[in-house]
């Protein structure tokens, strides 16, 4: 676990280390990490909510993701990458993190076909520290920060994503639980976590772009997949 106002120095140290792993590879990651299995994980805990949110991008399924996210959910980009631009002026809310994973598991955006290939890997057994944002109390609200390597292929295309990335959770007796979600059933739960915040803290580097996939592909942050990924793709 990297510490919270680590250096950049270290966390380019523990990245050089994963990028080393990925080396020559354009199409696995080979991170040690246990083996995961056939369903989603219950977020029982703050671990387990990333395990299942894991699960929901290698395997290109939708569904658990409607309940990893609150209704006030935020992503936050890494500072100065050019994707979060157009959100300076908006968050970037629980309805865009899902319309991207519809468009990146399933339909393709506006610019970019649907991938066909998801490799998603954190640390394996990370430890959910108290959160460290102003008023949270550390039994309702956790955080994790963690390694974050992925691989996204999509027809003609590839990208990677290396860098650190903090997510922070809340408990669900304390989470504001989505309308949609409550008609289904979803209430105050003490035994589930939810993830109410994401923040791209450090990445190798915020090159941009896309290359056929015969080529050693670009280093991108997951904040610019997310951003190719929004917008929904032409009607037919």
Not at 51 to 73: G, N, Q, V
């Given at each position: 676990m990297l510490p919270r106002h680590a250096s950049r120095s270290a966390a380019g140290a523990i990245l050089g280390a994963l990028l080393a792993t990925l080396a020559g590879c354009t199409t696995q990651i080979v991170l040690p990490v246990a083996p995961q299995p056939d369903v989603p994980a219950v977020a029982a805990t703050p671990a387990a909510a990333l395990?299942?949110?894991?699960?929901?991008?290698?395997?290109?399924?939708?569904?658990?993701?409607?309940?990893?996210?609150?209704?006030?959910?935020e992503f936050v980009f890494a500072p100065g990458d050019p994707a979060g631009v157009r959100f300076q002026n908006r968050p970037w809310t629980r309805p865009d993190e899902l319309d991207f994973a519809r468009h990146l598991f399933e339909t393709g955006s506006a610019l970019l076909p649907a991938a066909s290939y998801v490799a998603l890997d954190m640390e394996e057994n990370p430890l959910a520290l108290p959160d460290d944002r102003p008023g949270k109390d550390p039994g309702w609200h956790r955080r994790i920060q963690t390694p974050f390597v992925a691989v996204v292929e999509a027809p003609g295309r590839q990208f990677r994503v290396l860098g650190f990335e903090t997510f922070y959770f809340v408990r669900g007796d304390s989470a504001c639980i989505p309308q949609e979600l409550r008609d289904r059933g979803y209430g105050p739960d003490s035994t589930r976590w939810w993830i109410d915040r994401w923040e791209e803290d450090y990445v190798v580097t915020a090159a941009g772009g896309a290359r056929p996939s015969r080529v050693q592909a670009p280093l991108v942050t997951i904040g610019a997949v997310k951003s190719a990924y929004l917008d929904s793709p032409p009607a037919p």
């Open positions: 395990s299942r949110l894991s699960w929901s991008w290698k395997h290109r399924a939708l569904e658990p993701s409607f309940d990893l996210f609150t209704c006030d959910y």
